[in-house]
């Protein structure tokens, strides 16, 4: 097999963890291959997930909020450890009424608040008296953008250079995304390009950005050929996540958001999917702490492996479970008509496919995330518009192509395992697709 049929095996657990003795390394394999990470000094990871001394993602102890029974005044920190270029996470309750979490990391003068037309009315007045409350200093001016991914093009994003350019913003400015997963995409990417790059910082106001797309510093644009192939890897200053916007998030897209979540159970948190089976109906009743658990977690996974596989080298691309699929649905169907949870959902119900017919999980499981997936409210199959020859003329172009092969993430073993890897039974796909396309 090529060089480019990387396998990467992951997987967290974070009960009773086992010390790893300092002389202990861990190896994906690459054929002849691998890559290894050091795991001395750090002595608390148990022996199924590597952590790199000097890049670890750090936060206050997790704790089921079943078994909580104050809740904490101060919001939770998690932090994403990159270097000189780390920053926390904030997640409470009523943090844009906090001006000093967003101040901090406003070096300059001039703030470009970048939102769309559904988010502005709600939040954009609150957003601009928490950066410049008590802080007269900073003059604050907004761009409004439309609303929905199809609208992440690269127009929408001129409509962010226009304004910035106009007003005459510096390099000592900071653009701030307030919204959803589209708003954090191309305000970062407008944040990296613009005047070769300034800081900006991520308020999402969806459950998808709260526990995904805020974090890690992916940035872009789609082309009509294909969703994300347009972008860069650059880190905001922080994330603050008030959990209060959620209360204005239609039950479509929090449903939505969810598919990610359970993402993060299935390749590499058992424990963690476990409690979202219990707690399913909390979730979707929008119960406050567990939400706010499930964002939490749901981070600290996310900071975990962006911290040791910062530009998607490989380990970080096991967390684009049913991506693949679900990217060639969002294309073939045209964007915004399927949410990006929605075709995250169908897709992982296909690599869920997949991986039992190459023998690699057990039908258990490919019913628990058929269930899971339903009591989510999300879908469990494309749409019917949707064929063969359509899926393989999109996830040709998919990022995670190498040398002509396509690479998936696939589960292996129990759950909680996964692998990133183009070496597999080509015939598994193709039978994939079959089930589930009609041509």
């Known amino acids: 097999m090529a060089s480019a049929a990387t396998n990467f095996s992951l997987s967290l657990r974070n009960k009773q963890q086992t010390p790893i003795p300092k002389s202990s390394f861990f190896s994906f394999p690459n054929n002849n291959n691998h890559f290894r990470f050091n795991s001395n000094n750090c002595p608390s990871l148990s022996v199924s997930t590597a952590r790199n001394s000097r890049m670890c993602a750090t936060s206050s102890r997790l704790t089921d909020p079943s078994t909580t029974k104050s809740q904490p005044t101060l919001p939770t920190t998690v932090q994403v450890d990159l270097g000189n270029r780390s920053y926390p996470i904030y997640i409470g309750s009523g943090l844009l009424n906090e001006p000093?979490?967003?101040?901090?990391?406003?070096?300059?003068?001039?703030?470009?608040?970048?939102?769309?037309?559904?988010?502005?009315?709600?939040?954009?007045?609150?957003?601009?008296?928490?950066?410049?409350?008590?802080?007269p200093n900073v003059s604050v001016e907004s761009v409004i953008l439309p609303d929905g991914e199809q609208y992440k093009d690269?127009?929408?994003?001129?409509?962010?250079?226009?304004?910035?350019?106009?007003?005459?913003?510096?390099?000592?400015?900071?653009?701030?995304?307030?919204?959803?997963?589209?708003?954090?995409?191309m305000c970062?990417?407008?944040?990296?390009?613009?005047?070769?790059?300034?800081?900006?910082?991520?308020?999402?106001?969806?459950?998808m950005a709260q526990v995904d797309s805020s974090v890690g510093g992916k940035t872009g644009i789609n082309h009509r050929l294909g969703k994300n192939l347009i972008g860069a890897f650059y880190q905001?200053?922080?994330?603050?996540?008030?959990?209060?916007?959620?209360?204005?998030?239609?039950?479509?897209?929090?449903?939505?958001?969810?598919?990610?979540?359970?993402?993060?159970?299935?390749?590499?948190?058992?424990?963690?999917?476990?409690?979202?089976?219990?707690?399913?109906?909390?979730?979707?009743?929008?119960?406050?702490?567990?939400?706010?658990?499930?964002?939490?977690?749901?981070?600290?996974?996310?900071?975990?492996?962006?911290?040791?596989?910062?530009?998607?080298?490989?380990?970080r691309a096991t967390l684009n479970l049913g991506h693949t699929f679900g990217h060639a649905i969002e294309t073939g169907v045209g964007y915004g008509q399927w949410l990006h949870g929605e075709a995250v959902a169908a897709g992982t119900v296909m690599a869920v496919d997949m991986s039992y017919r190459l023998g690699w999980i057990d039908e258990s499981?490919?019913?628990?995330?058929?269930?899971?997936?339903?009591?989510?409210?999300?879908?469990?199959?494309?749409?019917?518009?949707?064929?063969?020859?359509?899926?393989?003329?999109?996830?040709?172009?998919?990022?995670?192509?190498?040398?002509?092969?396509?690479?998936?993430?696939?589960?292996?073993?129990?759950?909680?395992?996964?692998v990133f890897t183009g070496d597999y039974d080509r015939k598994a796909l193709d039978d994939t697709l079959r089930a589930f396309c009609k041509s």
């Not at 970062?188 to 459950?207: C, D, E, S, Y």
């Not at 269930?371 to 879908?379: E, N, R, S, T, V």
């Not at 393989?392 to 909680?416: C, E, F, H, Q, Y």
């Open 188 to 207: 970062g990417f407008a944040a990296a390009a613009f005047l070769r790059g300034v800081n900006f910082i991520q308020i999402p106001t969806t459950v």
């Open 100 to 135: 000093h979490y967003l101040q901090r990391h406003v070096h300059g003068k001039r703030v470009l608040v970048v939102t769309n037309k559904t988010v502005a009315p709600l939040y954009l007045d609150k957003v601009v008296d928490a950066l410049t409350r008590g802080n």
């Open 236 to 315: 905001p200053q922080c994330v603050l996540i008030d959990t209060d916007t959620l209360n204005t998030l239609p039950d479509r897209e929090l449903a939505s958001g969810l598919a990610e979540v359970i993402k993060y159970g299935l390749i590499r948190d058992a424990e963690f999917f476990e409690w979202q089976e219990k707690n399913m109906p909390a979730l979707l009743a929008r119960d406050p702490s567990a939400l706010a658990y499930a964002i939490k977690r749901s981070c600290e996974n996310k900071a975990e492996v962006v911290s040791l596989d910062e530009k998607e080298s490989g380990l």
């Open 365 to 418: 499981l490919v019913k628990r995330v058929g269930d899971i997936l339903k009591h989510a409210k999300l879908p469990t199959a494309p749409p019917e518009i949707m064929t063969v020859d359509m899926f393989k003329s999109v996830m040709a172009v998919d990022k995670k192509v190498a040398d002509g092969l396509l690479r998936l993430i696939l589960l292996k073993g129990p759950i909680g395992n996964c």
């Open 154 to 185: 690269m127009d929408t994003l001129m409509k962010v250079f226009d304004k910035a350019i106009e007003s005459r913003f510096d390099r000592r400015c900071t653009f701030v995304a307030l919204g959803g997963g589209v708003i954090g995409d």
